[in-house]
């Protein structure tokens, strides 16, 4: 199993930055990739940025030039980090963290349990 543990977030006024971290443990030796998506109320869930577990980065229009994933750690812990500037209200929603890896039987997700950003004045 993958355990996902996600910290960071909050409230923060527009213009501002938060950095969130994902940790994860457990059964991460096939890991492919990690990831961050958010949920804004009404909306779909979307990829925001993601890393390779060679430390590759690929970030949609909507992160790119203002936020940064990176990833750190060992075969027994893996942690991803977002860090965001220049947030705008738009930028509000439930963050979730998500691990894509390979297992015993395929390939396989797993999701954090998401963390709320606002940006608010």
């Known amino acids: 199993q993958v355990q996902l543990v996600e910290s960071g977030g909050g409230s923060v006024q527009p213009g501002g930055s938060l950095w969130l971290s994902c940790a994860a443990s457990?059964?991460?030796?096939?890991?492919?990739?990690l990831g961050w998506y958010r949920q804004a109320p009404g909306n779909q869930r979307e990829l925001v940025a993601s890393?390779?577990?060679?430390?590759?980065?690929?970030?949609t229009d909507s992160a790119e030039d203002r936020f940064a994933v990176s990833i750190s750690g060992d075969s027994a812990l893996k942690t991803v980090y977002l860090q965001m500037t220049s947030l705008k209200p738009e930028d509000t929603a439930t963050y979730y963290c998500?691990?894509?890896?390979?297992?015993?039987?395929?390939?396989?997700?797993?999701w954090g349990q998401g963390t709320l950003v606002t940006v608010s004045s």
């Open positions: 457990g059964a991460i030796h096939g890991l492919l990739s």
């Open positions: 998500h691990y894509e890896g390979h297992g015993a039987y395929g390939q396989f997700g797993v």
């Open positions: 890393i390779e577990r060679e430390g590759r980065p690929t970030y």
